[in-house]
């Protein structure tokens, strides 16, 4: 009971902020939507993916973001990501058919080991040679940021499965 006030007190704080005004004044008063709202808006529309962040506490994310994903009827257009390993095992074991991969911010030995279906590197990570092994591994590899079109050009010349990006209507230019 106590969790879930906290969790209702800090969705209204996050909800009560104007995203929109520092765009410009038509878009003065947009929110902070929920997850289940971002599913309704782009269901049937765009595939999304889904960064579970922990900040160093549990209190069943993975549980609740499942029940969330199912309710709004998305898990087939949906993936998910996470720098916490321990996040992605637990959701693995949780939806064993979802597709769950390890973003990746710096060299950490041989992320093929780490059981997930997907690899998303910071786009220096994603060598020829890396996406390779980890295509070996039966692993798709994702860059992320990736706002430049010639950082684009070259991770998908390395080979990479897709791109994380800001600016997606370049990036689709650029594929």
Known sequence: REFEECVHKATAALRAVDIGSHKGPQFAGERVPTLAEVFAIVKGRVRVVVELKSYGHSQRLEERVAEIVEAAGVANDTIFMSLDHDMIR?????RPSWTVGVLVAKAIGDPTSLGADFLAVEASLATRAFVRRAHRAGQDVYVWTVNDPAWMFASMANGVDGLITDVPDVARDVV
């Open 90 to 94: 637990r959701l693995k074991r949780l």
